[in-house]
Nanobody
Framework: QVQLVESGGGLVQAGGSLRLSCAAS????????MGWFRQAPGKEREFVAA????????YYADSVKGRFTISRDNAKNTVYLQMDSLKPEDTAVYYC???????????????????WGQGTQVTVSS
């Protein structure tokens, strides 16, 4: 069992930056690839970024590539999402999730993730 708790959301102006954190409980954090998803009002939850168990491989949605960076610290049981050059369309609730699947081909699929956090709100004003 893995419990995930996100933090770091807030209100920021367009062009600004935020760093989200996701703290995981348990000793098995390093056995999971980790992903970030987001859900805007009235829209489906969508993939944002993912990172492999040891952090060697990352994968991004086209909409955030070059602006967001995912990273992890297995010693701290934490995964991060650095968000730069934020746009109003990035406004959403951001969720972290854990999957035992350590290959990129499946990371964009929500059904591959076994555990989810409660989400943190990110609002980007224009």
């Amino acid at each position: 069992q893995v419990q995930l708790v996100e933090s770091g959301g807030g209100l920021v102006q367009a062009g600004g930056s935020l760093r989200l954190s996701c703290a995981a409980s348990g000793r098995t954090f390093s056995t999971y690839a980790m992903g970030w998803f987001r859900q805007a009002p009235g829209k489906e939850r969508e993939f944002v970024a993912a990172i492999s168990r040891r952090g060697w491989t990352t994968y991004y949605a086209d909409s955030v590539k070059g602006r967001f960076t995912i990273s992890r610290d297995n010693a701290k049981n934490t995964v991060y999402l650095q968000m730069d050059s934020l746009k109003p369309e990035d406004t959403a609730v951001y969720y972290c999730a854990a999957t035992p699947q350590n290959y990129q081909a499946v990371w964009a699929s929500r059904i591959q993730y076994d555990y989810w956090g409660q989400g943190t709100q990110v609002t980007v004003s224009s």
